[in-house]
């Protein structure tokens, strides 16, 4: 059994013919063309095509994400949106235990301490709507995404008299 012969090898020895698995071949000039053909070809890298086609995966991939990112994103949003309005109306409850009426506007909580000026945006940046609806009933709103009161967005608390009191 013989060995086969490594390349540098076959290239290396003077004679017209060499072996390769014991039968004779013979060499042509242009073998050592071709070799350095393909070794220049081997470390030029990537062509563009192929970076064409990782840049078009990477930008669906980021898409992908991004959308995803952006669902979760706005539902956090709303979530926190409805803490924050729960906040507000447990200021809302301590006052009136204090008072026995409500405030006339929410400002009213953050001067008596109950709340922080930061309380009465939302999650958007857009302030939250008290409304006293009744002398024991109030509405408080956020605007949802879109900022404005009315629309499908909205996030809202609306506190019902319950029997008497």
């Not at 004679?15 to 393909?38: F, N």
């Amino acid at each position: 059994m013989t060995t086969r012969p490594e390349t540098a090898e076959l290239l290396a020895t003077p004679s017209a013919v060499d072996a390769i698995d014991g039968a004779p071949v013979e060499r042509t000039a242009a073998l050592p063309e071709v070799l350095r053909a393909m070794r220049a070809n081997a470390r030029r890298g990537m062509t563009l095509i192929e970076i064409m086609v990782v840049v078009g995966i990477m930008a669906i991939i980021g898409t992908a994400l991004a959308f995803g990112f952006m669902e979760v994103f706005g539902e956090n949003q709303g979530k926190a949106a409805k803490m924050q309005i729960d906040t507000i109306k447990m200021g809302l409850d301590s006052y009136y235990l204090s008072h026995l009426e409500y405030p006339d506007s929410l400002q009213t909580l953050v001067d008596g301490g109950k709340l922080e000026e930061k309380q009465l945006l939302d999650p958007w940046k857009q302030p939250i709507v008290f409304r006293l609806t009744g002398p024991k009933t109030y509405e408080i709103c956020s605007g949802g995404e879109d900022g404005s009161i009315g629309g499908q967005d909205d996030i809202c608390v609306v506190r019902e008299p319950k029997g008497n009191r």
